[in-house]
């Protein structure tokens, strides 16, 4: 499952922010950086294509790890997930792991 | 927004009435502030009466979207008085509106300080144990402050064990969002198991967003502590945890102390004017708890978005933190 906002709502609220933007606007550089980076991301997405175990599954082990019964192997598992969410999302925060 | 001609018309009017002179606007500026709050620069002019003069201040009111959570103007008010007479620094407040009349909600006003708060823009000076040894001694008068407070009753009772009481309503506000997030329970059930011992001596008045980013610097000096929104009754090793917890140190990470100075320094100081040893094995515990807020915090912002109750990018950006936050949260808590 991939968390939300989706690739395509992401790009859509970053064309609509875009399209509202005034240049002369004080906040223009950081609304500009936002729409870059919000692109890039979305673009990392599709890149990786279809992500992660289904909702039903993540709801189940999270479940298990509060309760104190998630299964031998979950540190790995949940590890190798966010890595893959962090590449698409911050790749950059990957070489402060 | 900037405030129109009416509302600083009705401001003027309503401080006049506070000054028992006449008060006169003589100008006003948005200033850039969270998505919480709006702060606007008022330099104001008064005739005569108690506080004669020009002065240079801030405005401060709830902006649209507050989070349910945070403090209103109003209790921040009190918070920053009490802050401000056991000699925190912060903005000195000067007076408090809570006649809807005026400007719609409660606001405040207070003597406009200036400094640099962005983080950014902080760790790109040298690094300098002076300024974080001030950071320190500035927490330690803060954690003076202890209940019971009449004056910061809002507040709430103060929880024996701030430890668990952070676990329980982190999986609470968990339970209130949509999505599963398994890496965040990881990190609570560590935080159930690691619990450590309540504070010797009981919880005490924490600021729970002290970091760089709420902390203004002039000339290599504190000038003050802002954004009171989160302020509440905890463990203190809470905020010495999460200012010094590596998602603050805004890329300068070898700086342990917010990325402004060693870690060490702030620490020390702390101890010097707290008059009590911190456990310097504890802290580790609170900044994986700094770690789980923020990512729950984070998860709450992009909902917002998700949720269609405020559409925006900022918030529909703020998901994409969360990753990088669990990713942490497991290399903090390790495979147990």
């Known amino acids: 499952m991939r968390k939300r906002p989706s690739g395509a709502d992401l790009l859509s609220i970053a064309a609509e922010t875009e399209a509202r933007a005034r240049p002369e606007d004080p906040a223009a550089n950081y609304v500009a950086a936002m729409v870059r980076n919000a692109r890039a991301i979305a673009a990392r997405q599709a890149e990786a294509g279809d992500a992660g175990a289904p909702a039903e599954d993540e709801r189940r082990l999270a479940r298990a790890i509060r309760a104190g019964t998630a299964p031998a192997g979950t540190y790995a598992l949940l590890l190798a997930e966010v890595r893959a969410r962090v590449a698409e999302s911050n790749p950059r925060a990957l070489g402060k792991a | ?336």
């Not at chain 2, 000699?87 to 007076?95: E, I, T, W």
């Not at chain 2, 984070?298 to 969360?322: D, F, K, M, W, Y």
Request: hydrophobic share 45%; proline share 7%.
């Open chain 2, 1 to 336: 927004m900037e405030l129109s001609g009416e509302e600083q018309a009705r401001v003027a009017a309503w401080l006049s009435d506070q000054a028992g002179a006449a008060v006169t606007v003589e100008t006003t500026q948005r200033l850039s502030g969270g998505a919480i709050q709006e702060n606007h620069r008022l330099v104001i002019d008064v005739a005569g009466g108690e506080w004669p003069g020009r002065h240079d201040l801030v405005l401060r009111r709830d902006a649209a979207s507050a989070v349910a959570t945070s403090h209103g103007r109003a209790q921040e008010y009190r918070l920053l008085k009490a802050a401000h007479k056991a000699g925190v620094a912060v903005p000195m407040p000067c007076v408090l509106c809570e006649d809807a009349d005026v400007l719609g909600g409660p606001f405040f006003v207070m003597h406009r300080v200036a400094g640099e708060a962005r983080g950014a823009r902080l760790v790109k000076l040298p690094p300098s144990a002076e300024l974080v040894a001030e950071l320190g001694a500035n927490l330690a008068k803060l954690h003076s402050i202890r209940p019971p407070r009449p004056d910061l009753d809002f507040l709430g009772a103060p929880p024996a064990d701030p430890a668990r009481a952070a676990v329980a309503r982190y999986r609470a506000d968990l339970d209130a969002l949509p999505d599963p997030h398994p890496a965040v329970e990881w990190g609570l059930a560590w935080l159930a198991r690691h619990a450590p011992a309540p504070p010797v001596g009981g919880a005490v008045l924490c600021h729970r967003d002290y970091r760089t980013g709420n902390l203004m610097i002039a000339d290599g000096h504190l000038s003050a502590t802002l954004d009171w929104e989160f302020a509440g009754w905890s463990d203190p090793d809470e905020d010495i945890g999460w200012f010094l917890a590596k998602c603050w140190r805004f890329g300068r990470w070898d700086e342990e102390g917010g990325g402004l100075g060693p870690g060490e320094a702030f620490v020390a100081a702390y101890e010097r004017l707290a008059g009590r040893t911190v456990d310097r094995a504890r802290l580790p515990y609170w900044q994986v708890m700094a770690h789980v807020r923020w990512a729950v915090i984070a998860l709450q912002q992009a909902e917002r978005h998700n949720s269609g109750e405020e559409p925006s990018l900022e918030l529909a950006l703020t998901a994409h933190v969360v990753p990088e936050l669990e990713l942490e949260i497991l290399n903090l808590t390790g495979d147990a």
